[in-house]
């Protein structure tokens, strides 16, 4: 063979690797380190063989075409063990979604904070315990973070309200505890969808969130107290609001009803007193309401007009109020 024809062969070969024509490398190399960072690696993540074919085609992973970088990993229902730190190793990572493994245990590890080009972050129904961690606030391009259905205690950070993209926080169905930061009434970009339900959060809710136009809340099930007023504003464009099953005490006759957005309303179960606004029935998309176990009074609004329900509520819509009274329930008195 003619040396320039050899180099042009080797020119080529080199061409095709420079171009990166199969899994980034480095990626590849986290990936394995990843998996390997667990006690069973030869039960978990098959498909991830490099003898068989590269990370571009192994289970849960996605690839930018272009680069050839990993953008997303995506695990359930095999992880035994501690979320690896080798998962920092995946710069380009934009989803990370590690849910339903009912053996992935321990704290979100340090290494989570350094993949800043993280939208979206999962690691629900898990049983990961620990804090809801300070450095989540480092990921700047993050607008969906789901850490549901795990053991995680403690506090809510304040920091978490320095996510400027953030659109959905849920943390519902864990064991923290303490209030909602007042920084939550100052999310610089649009407030999140916020789901903190099946905790035991407690204390009032800060003033400060009167600010935030929030498009669910969804609260129920901890010990809140005091007034939750700031989220009954008719000039908001809240979906859902769900504080029921917490200790919240105040007068009711003076909440104001999202007219064109609000679907669900439940404030079944605290002490909240005073009588329904007859504003609600501007509610006109409203498809559930629960204003149950509560210590409402009054004539309940009977002159809906709602656009997604044929029959208005029924009586377990109110039932267990100590002087609400009307249709569904029995007449008022004169
Ligand atoms: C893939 O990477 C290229 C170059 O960085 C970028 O322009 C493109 O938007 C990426 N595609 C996806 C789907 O992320
Ligand atoms: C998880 O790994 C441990 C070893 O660390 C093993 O004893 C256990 O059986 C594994 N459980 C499952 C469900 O794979
Ligand atoms: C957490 O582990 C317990 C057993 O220790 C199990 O019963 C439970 O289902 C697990 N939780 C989740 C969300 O998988
Ligand atoms: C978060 O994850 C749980 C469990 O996987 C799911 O039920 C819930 O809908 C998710 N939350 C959001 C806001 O998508
Ligand atoms: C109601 O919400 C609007 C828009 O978010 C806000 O400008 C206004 O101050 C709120 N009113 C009260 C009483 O909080
Ligand atoms: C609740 O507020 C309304 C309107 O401000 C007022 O008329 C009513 O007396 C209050 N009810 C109670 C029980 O404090
Ligand atoms: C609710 O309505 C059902 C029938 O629609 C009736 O049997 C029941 O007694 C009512 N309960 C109350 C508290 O009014
Ligand atoms: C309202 O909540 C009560 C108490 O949790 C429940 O028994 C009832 O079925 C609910 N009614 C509706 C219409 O959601």
Redesign the pocket.
Known sequence: MRPSLLSFIVFLCLGFFLVGEGCNPSDQSALLKFKNS???PD??LLSWDPSISDCRNWGGIECNETTNRVISLEVSN?L??TIPSAVADLPYLQTLRLRKN??LVGEIPPAIGKLVSLVSLELSWNNISGPVPQFLANLKNLWFLNLSFNKLSGTIPASLSFLPQILEIDLSRNQLTGPIPDSFGHFPGNAPSLILSHNKLSGQIPTSLSNMDFSRVVISRNEFSGDALMFFNASKTTEIIDISRNNFAFNFSRAGFMHETLVTLDISHNKIWGSIPSSITDAILLQNLNVSYNRLCGKIPSDWNLKYRSQPFDNSSYVHNPCLCGSPLPPCKP
Request: aromatic share 20%; no cysteine.
């Open positions: 667990f006690p069973n039960q978990i095999q035994n063990g009912p053996y």
